[in-house]
């Protein structure tokens, strides 16, 4: 049995008082596996995805086990980055905090030598360090080997991924004989296994992973975007999602710059994290990043690598990742430590195949996104700030404003021309340009409605755009198998999971023919599925589900396409309605043209 509270752990209290004051409770299935077979001293081959608490697993037992009366390394910790051996150290120091006496010392390219052989010369217990410095160390002799009986490789597999297997080897022959040595990675590649033979004594193997390499506490989607429409699509994303800490990832470093040129112009406040950055650039960077003083953090996969900030909201990929494993890598800087997070990935229509790839490496489905339109989000922020006024009312003590009006009032303007002129300035104009960002090739019409059971039929769309729809990914463009013989197992894939009921309706192209596109004031939050508003509006207004196009579901509120004929209806009666105990508010987002 897993023990079930850091209590049931046989810790000191030293430690306990420290996890406590760390808030964490209970242990994560990693951590309640691994700790005691590391206090015990067995060898361990430690597997769980990325922000399952690894750090913790080994930093716990080591601090256990140190002799603080004895100033000599006895713990060597690898990392693949600088940052990551950062961090690692803050989480000792955090753990360690009540634990007297305890030093680590941190080392790693890009900062002076000579100051680190300082650190290790006053007498450190616990040595974390990139391998190409740690090298240096043992080859100066100013790291003393001696006395170390533990060496852990953090994130071994990125290690592997970095080159530094040869110095990895070199390293592990350096060490005493007479020592523990653990293996943490998120996945176990062969040169990994291979090396745990080489250098490692019956290891105890412990493996969390679950059946998604991915965290299920992130909510993923892509959106198929042109190149030159990212960055509006981004823009977008973050006004929609009022998002104020994200990472967004670029597959270059020159990427990476564009970008936040790109964003700084545009007012958001966001910094560029990548390999070509001075040490304490990199670190000025991610310290902003971690107390809010930048809200979006644009890297490149390396040097994003393993970097923990909490309360990430969403990770963008700018660039569709090259590598499946990336993608892991890159979403799992949100949704830590069980909050939940958001993922964007964009992708054009030629790297289609990529998200596919990610799809089998993580057997998981990922959804398309709609690509709001300006509208969408004017729309959302003008209820936002409605909501906030009715707030404020509710909240009353005005005195004092209401007198400021009489003024106003005197110089010129009625009461409606001064609102409107205050909430100009509050929210500024809405933004103009290309209303709707399309992927080549166009949005193609499609004119079933699956979900709603609408007869009409669907195969004549396939024949019109034939071509044109290869590119979608509408239940009809797989009609055609001949076409693609590249993606054929995907293709059944999909057409299986189709019949099996198990539909995506996210990727069904909207139909917008003669339709209006109405916004609903409820959402994820009040817990509204799609067949809520569907059962309700078609019970509640007697128009048939055929005249219902798209809905899509947000945090909180929807949207629902419905024909323009009906949408008067809908309006009108759905004011007056509650959905599972809600007062519904509908209002017109916009109509098609
Ligand atoms: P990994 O190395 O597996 O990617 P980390 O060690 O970086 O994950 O941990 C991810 C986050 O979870 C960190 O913010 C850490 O402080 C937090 N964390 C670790 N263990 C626990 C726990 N038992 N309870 C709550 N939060 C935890
Ligand atoms: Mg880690």
Not at 424 to 429: A, C, E, P, S
Request: glycine content about 8%; some cysteine.
């Amino acid at each position: 049995m897993n023990p079930l509270h850091f209590q049931d752990l046989a810790l000191s209290q030293e430690l306990q008082l420290a996890i406590a004051e760390m808030g964490f409770t209970e242990p994560s299935p990693i951590q309640a596996q691994a700790i005691p077979l590391l206090l015990e001293g067995s060898d361990l081959i430690g597997q769980a995805q990325t922000g399952t608490g690894k750090t913790a697993a080994f930093a716990i037992p080591t601090l256990e086990k140190i002799k603080t009366n004895l100033f000599k390394p006895q713990t060597l910790v690898l990392c693949p980055t600088r940052e990551l051996a950062n961090q690692v150290a803050e989480e000792f120091k955090k753990l360690g905090k009540y634990k007297k006496g305890i030093h680590t010392a941190a080392v790693y390219g890009g900062e002076s030598i000579g100051l680190q052989i300082k650190a290790l010369r006053r007498g450190v217990h616990i040595v974390i360090g990139t391998p190409g410095r740690i090298i240096d160390h043992i080859e100066r002799g100013t790291l003393d080997l001696e006395n170390i009986n533990q060496i852990i490789l953090d994130e071994a597999d990125e290690m592997l991924n970095m080159g530094f297997i040869d110095d990895i080897e070199k390293i592990l022959s350096h060490m005493p004989a007479e020592r523990q040595t653990v293996f943490f990675s998120a996945t176990m590649p062969a040169p990994i296994l291979a090396l745990t033979k080489k250098y490692q004594k019956n290891p105890q193997i412990v493996k969390v992973t679950p059946k998604q390499l991915t965290n299920l506490s992130i909510d993923q989607s892509f959106y198929k975007v042109r190149n030159e429409h990212k960055t509006e699509l981004l823009y977008r994303l973050v006004e929609l999602h009022n998002l104020k800490s994200i990472v967004v990832f670029c597959n270059t470093k020159q990427q990476v710059d564009e970008l936040v040129g790109a964003l700084q112009q545009h007012g958001l406040i966001a910094e560029a994290l990548h390999g070509d950055l001075r040490q304490n650039q990199r670190n000025q960077v991610m310290a902003k990043f971690r107390t809010g003083g930048v809200n979006v953090l644009v890297a490149t996969d390396v040097a994003a690598r393993g970097i923990d900030v909490e309360n990430v909201e969403a990770v963008i990929n700018y660039d569709t990742p090259l590598d499946p494993e990336y993608y892991v890598h890159r979403i799992g800087r949100t949704g830590r430590a069980g909050k939940s997070g958001k993922s964007f990935t964009f992708v054009n229509s030629r790297e289609m195949g990529r998200i596919w790839d990610i799809e089998r490496f993580a057997s998981i489905k990922i959804a398309q996104g709609q690509i709001p339109s300006l509208k969408d989000v004017w729309v959302y922020r003008q209820s936002q700030f409605a909501e906030r006024i009715q707030n404020e009312i509710a909240k009353g003590d005005l005195e004092y404003f209401q007198e400021m009006i009489g003024q106003i009032k005197a110089e010129g303007g009625d009461l409606e021309t001064i609102t409107a002129a205050l909430l100009k300035m509050l929210l500024g104009t809405p933004r103009t340009g290309t209303d709707v960002l399309l992927e080549e090739p166009k949005r193609t019409v499609r004119t079933e409605s699956r979900e709603y059971g609408n007869s009409r039929t669907e195969r004549s769309g396939s024949d019109r755009y034939g071509k044109d729809r290869t590119n979608t990914r509408s239940s009809s463009s797989y009609s055609s198998r001949s076409d693609r013989p590249e993606r054929s197992e995907r293709t059944e894939r999909t057409e299986r999971s189709e019949r099996s009921g198990a539909d995506r309706p996210e990727r069904r192209e909207r139909n917008t023919q003669g339709m209006v596109r109405l916004f609903f004031n409820l959402g994820k939050q009040q817990r509204i599925s799609k067949s809520d508003i569907l059962g309700a509006i078609t019970g509640e207004t007697g128009i048939r589900g055929s005249l219902i196009g798209s809905i899509d579901i947000f945090d909180k509120y929807s949207f629902v396409d419905i024909a323009q004929i009906e949408a008067q209806n809908v309006l009108k009666t759905m004011n007056q309605v509650k959905i599972k105990g809600k007062k519904v508010n509908v209002e017109l987002a916009g109509a098609f043209n």
